[in-house]
């Protein structure tokens, strides 16, 4: 089983800053296939990046992924308020699919 | 407009069992795989398992399987995640999701989710 580790597991940003959120499979994952949710309180966790990089539909272009083999990341530019949430990485290089702990973006 | 809607919130006593349901709409139902996801209150993401509703072909998760039961009724376009002797452990946010394509590897299915049900929260308490 392919285990990920997202760090750090908070990120304490002022609006307008910029999230640098990292994610680190035991393995490498197959194709790059790694994707990033957004789940804000209180809501269903939403696809923002599939592929290590190609945004799903609707997803503002501040988001952006990066990545391959063990390392990826996923950068906000210029925060919004909208944007501080928990974010989690997903593997799907390999059966079982797994997810990462999760980071949370916060208000500075 | 992809939807996928969940059934409530449920609450029961530890050996008992429930189902929960998930309506699809807004696309063609039968033809995307839907995944189960479950959360535990506080904590992080664990996938449970798929099933494809066209020929309600299933795969669990390693640590799901014996554990959960996924089923589908294609004609009224609602999959169902099946929770049986329940224990205080499985209290959990449960969420329905659909898989937009996959990918087959050494025969396993995999893939992630584009669009998710808003989940139903499910607590064991006796």
């Given at each position: 089983?392919?285990?990920?580790?997202?760090?750090?597991?908070?990120?304490?940003?002022?609006?307008?800053?910029?999230?640098?959120?990292?994610?680190?499979?035991?393995?490498?994952?197959?194709?790059?296939?790694?994707?990033?949710?957004?789940?804000?309180?209180?809501?269903?966790?939403?696809?923002?990046?599939?592929?290590a990089s190609s945004r799903a539909t609707g997803i503002p272009d501040r988001f952006s992924g990066s990545g391959s083999g063990t390392d990826f990341t996923l950068t906000i530019s210029g925060l919004e308020p909208e944007d501080f949430a928990v974010y989690y990485c997903q593997q799907y290089g390999s059966s079982p699919l797994t997810f990462g702990g999760g980071t949370k973006v916060e208000?500075? | 407009?992809?939807?996928?809607?969940?059934?409530?919130?449920?609450?029961?006593?530890?050996?008992?069992?429930?189902?929960?349901?998930?309506?699809?709409?807004?696309?063609?139902?039968?033809?995307?795989?839907?995944?189960?996801?479950?959360?535990?209150?506080?904590?992080?993401?664990?996938?449970?398992?798929?099933?494809?509703?066209?020929?309600?072909?299933?795969?669990?998760?390693?640590?799901?399987?014996?554990?959960?039961?996924?089923?589908?009724?294609?004609?009224?376009?609602?999959?169902?995640?099946?929770?049986?002797?329940?224990?205080?452990?499985?209290?959990?946010?449960?969420?329905?999701?659909?898989?937009?394509?996959?990918?087959?590897?050494?025969?396993?299915?995999?893939?992630?989710?584009?669009?998710?049900?808003?989940?139903?929260?499910?607590?064991?308490?006796?």
């Amino acid at each position: 089983e392919s285990v990920l580790t997202q760090s750090p597991d908070t990120l304490s940003l002022s609006p307008g800053g910029r999230a640098t959120l990292s994610c680190r499979a035991s393995q490498s994952v197959r194709s790059n296939y790694l994707a990033w949710y957004q789940q804000k309180p209180g809501q269903a966790p939403r696809l923002l990046i599939y592929g290590a990089s190609s945004r799903a539909t609707g997803i503002p272009d501040r988001f952006s992924g990066s990545g391959s083999g063990t390392d990826f990341t996923l950068t906000i530019s210029g925060l919004e308020p909208e944007d501080f949430a928990v974010y989690y990485c997903q593997q799907y290089g390999s059966s079982p699919l797994t997810f990462g702990g999760g980071t949370k973006v916060e208000i500075k | 407009e992809v939807q996928l809607v969940q059934s409530g919130a449920e609450v029961r006593k530890p050996g008992e069992s429930l189902k929960i349901s998930c309506y699809g709409s807004g696309y063609s139902f039968s033809t995307y795989w839907i995944g189960w996801v479950r959360q535990v209150p506080g904590k992080g993401l664990e996938w449970m398992g798929f099933i494809y509703p066209a020929d309600s072909d299933t795969r669990y998760s390693p640590s799901f399987q014996g554990q959960a039961t996924i089923s589908v009724d294609k004609s009224i376009t609602t999959a169902y995640l099946q929770l049986s002797s329940l224990k205080a452990s499985d209290t959990a946010m449960y969420y329905c999701a659909r898989v937009p394509y996959i990918v087959v590897l050494s025969g396993t299915i995999n893939s992630f989710f584009d669009s998710w049900g808003q989940g139903t929260l499910v607590t064991v308490s006796s």
